[in-house]
Nanobody, 122 residues
Framework: QVQLVESGGGAVQAGGSLRLSCTASGRAFSSYGMGWFRQAPGKEREFVATISWSGETTYYADSVKGRFTISRDNAKNTVYLRMNSLNPEDTAVYFC???????????????WGQGTQVTVSS
């Protein structure tokens, strides 16, 4: 079983930046593909970004491409989401997720964190 704990959410004005962190329990973190998702009020959860086990491969949703960066530090069992140029449409609960595969995916995840709130005001 893998436990994921997100942190770094908060309130920020439009144009601002935040960095989310997600720390995983267990020794297998370096063999997991990881992802970030978000869910806005009244909407379904949506894919944001994904990263392979090595960090060499990443993919992003079109809505965040060029503004968000996913990265990982396997020595710290942590994956990050750097978010720049935030706008009110980015307001959501952000979740990190792990999959028992080394590779990226937009959909297929086995473990989920509890989420961290990001609120962007105009």
């Amino acid at each position: 079983q893998v436990q994921l704990v997100e942190s770094g959410g908060g309130a920020v004005q439009a144009g601002g930046s935040l960095r989310l962190s997600c720390t995983a329990s267990g020794r297998a973190f370096s063999s997991y593909g990881m992802g970030w998702f978000r869910q806005a009020p009244g909407k379904e959860r949506e894919f944001v970004a994904t990263i392979s086990w090595s960090g060499e491969t990443t993919y992003y949703a079109d809505s965040v491409k060029g503004r968000f960066t996913i990265s990982r530090d396997n020595a710290k069992n942590t994956v990050y989401l750097r978010m720049n140029s935030l706008n009110p449409e980015d307001t959501a609960v952000y979740f990190c997720a792990a999959r028992t595969s080394r590779y990226t995916s937009r959909t297929d995840y086995h473990y989920w964190g509890q989420g961290t709130q990001v609120t962007v005001s105009s």
